[in-house]
């Protein structure tokens, strides 16, 4: 299933693709910086400096979001009990081979990382981690129910290349784990997955576009229950969603991905949303497209 393909990013950093799901696990634009702009930054960590935080990490792949989360926390001496999932072994390994991937990083990271992939978890005074090696759909049944998470992140392969992992089966049961005032933090913004967030009762915002890349309209999306609005700074590194984020939510690609057993293919899940879409009144997607002049390209959701 997983032939992987080694790849160089802008920004200096390593990255991987996958043969299988036919997609890069970054952006072209870097690995780390996509890491750091999207899921790091949006987590506004410092609330939780001497502090301790639950965090799940869902696709955990080389792992570019735990080693960067774990490298503030580390600093800032926060402790942390970190859940990961992941379905294949490969890209860890990858990692814990490739010396310029783990000095992006205080040594304690590949420690950390060493554990995870010998043994499956870490433990010591400030840090409990556990990775789950499995379909995630499956595996995240395994966390206890009675912990809820102060971050999740959700770093699938995108919802036609995978969406397994962007239903709203799936999605509600991540929802479920969220603590009051928790992230569930995507680089996806495609509409479907915005639409079924908030439909599961969460408060959805837009990460703000970085201003190097002004040719995308959002680096993702942020989910929470709960959000106290007052709370919504300047400081923050997302913000409500705009009228047009909005409107491609009434059209048809807001129609959610559905895996009622959540067991079913790939092509099973695509297929029942085209039917899904094929039937729908809601509007044309091309027709919102055009209004806010997008090109197909324009957005990677
Ligand atoms: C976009 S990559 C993740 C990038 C990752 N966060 C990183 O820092 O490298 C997607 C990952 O999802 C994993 N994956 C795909 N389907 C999965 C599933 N059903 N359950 C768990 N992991 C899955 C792939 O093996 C891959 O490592």
């Known amino acids: 299933m997983s032939e992987l393909i080694e790849v160089l990013t802008k920004d200096g950093t390593y990255s991987l693709r996958s043969v299988f799901f036919q997609e890069n696990f970054h952006s072209l634009l870097g690995a780390l ?3 750091k ?33 774990l490298n ?24 814990l081979r490739k010396e310029s991937f783990l000095k992006l990083w205080v040594p304690k990271v590949r420690t950390i990382f060493e554990s995870l992939y010998q043994k499956n978890d870490f433990e010591d005074h400030f ?13 995240i049944n395994i966390i206890p129910s009675s912990i809820k ?19 709203i089966e799936f999605l509600s049961k991540v929802a479920e784990k969220l603590n009051t ?13 915005r639409k079924t967030l908030r439909n599961l009762g969460l408060e959805i915002f837009t990460i703000k576009p970085s201003f190097n890349k002004r040719t995308f309209w959002s680096q993702g999306t942020v989910a929470i229950s709960k959000f106290d609005k007052s709370k919504l700074k300047h400081d923050l590194n997302f913000e409500k969603l705009s009228l047009m984020e909005e409107e491609h ?51 990677k959701s």
């Open 181 to 193: 005032n928790g992230y569930l933090i995507t680089y996806s913004s495609s509409a479907a997955v």
């Open 127 to 139: 840090f409990k981690c556990n990775i789950l090696w499995g379909d995630a759909r499956e595996k």
């Open 37 to 69: 702009s999207k899921f790091t930054a949006t987590s506004n960590l410092q609330r939780f400096k001497e502090k301790s935080l639950n965090v799940l990490d869902i696709c955990f792949g080389l792992g570019y979001n735990s080693a960067s989360l």
């Open 249 to 299: 939510l009434l059209t048809k690609a807001s129609i959610p991905y559905r895996d009622q057993d959540l067991n079913s293919s790939k092509d099973d899940i695509i297929r029942r949303r085209l039917d899904e879409q094929l039937f729908s009144n809601l509007l044309s997607t091309n027709i919102w497209r055009e209004k806010w002049r997008m090109t197909k390209l324009s957005f």
């Open 149 to 167: 998470f102060d971050l999740i992140y959700l770093d699938g392969f995108s919802p036609q290349k995978c969406p397994q992992v962007w239903t």
């Open 72 to 95: 503030e926390v580390i600093k800032q001496k926060s402790y942390l009990n970190l859940y990961a999932l992941e379905i294949d072994k490969k890209p860890l390994k990858y990692s």
């Open 33 to 35: 910086e996509e890491t």
